[in-house]
């Protein structure tokens, strides 16, 4: 079994900037897609980010474009999304999620919650105004 590990959450200002990681342990064979996705009190958990097993491709929802950013390095079998620019609208849970099962296009990502069979536990960001 894969499990995933968010960290990097925490309380920041407007304005500010906070990198959230995403590890891989156990039987990982290789990268998998990956995404960030985010659930506010109350609300609903909604897409933020996805990337690629190769890496090459990524996508964003459009409340983030131009503020965030999601990389991965396969050597290390995590997944980071370098957050800047934050604001209040963003405070939410983070929560990644990996597409282990399967056999996916290497350049392909996923939009959906139920595209992907395994999540992290989630990270809390916090944005004060």
């Known amino acids: 079994q894969v499990q995933l590990v968010e960290s990097g959450g925490g309380l920041v200002q407007t304005g500010g900037s906070l990198r959230l990681s995403c590890s891989a342990s156990?039987?990982?064979?290789?990268?998998?897609?990956t995404g960030w996705f985010r659930q506010a009190p109350g609300k609903e958990r909604e897409f933020v980010a996805a990337?690629?097993?190769?890496?090459?491709?990524?996508y964003y929802t459009d409340s983030v474009k131009g503020r965030f950013t999601i990389s991965r390095d396969i050597a290390k079998n995590t997944v980071y999304l370098q957050m800047n620019s934050l604001k209040p609208e963003d405070t939410a849970v983070y929560y990644c999620?990996?597409?282990?099962?399967?056999?996916?296009?290497?350049?392909?990502?996923?939009?959906?919650?139920?595209?992907?069979?395994?999540w992290g536990q989630g990270t809390q960001v916090t944005v004060s105004s």
């Open positions: 990337i690629s097993k190769s890496g090459g491709n990524t």
């Open positions: 156990g039987r990982v064979f290789s990268a998998y897609p």
């Open positions: 999620a990996a597409k282990v099962i399967g056999v996916p296009l290497i350049n392909r990502y996923y939009l959906q919650t139920r595209e992907y069979d395994t």
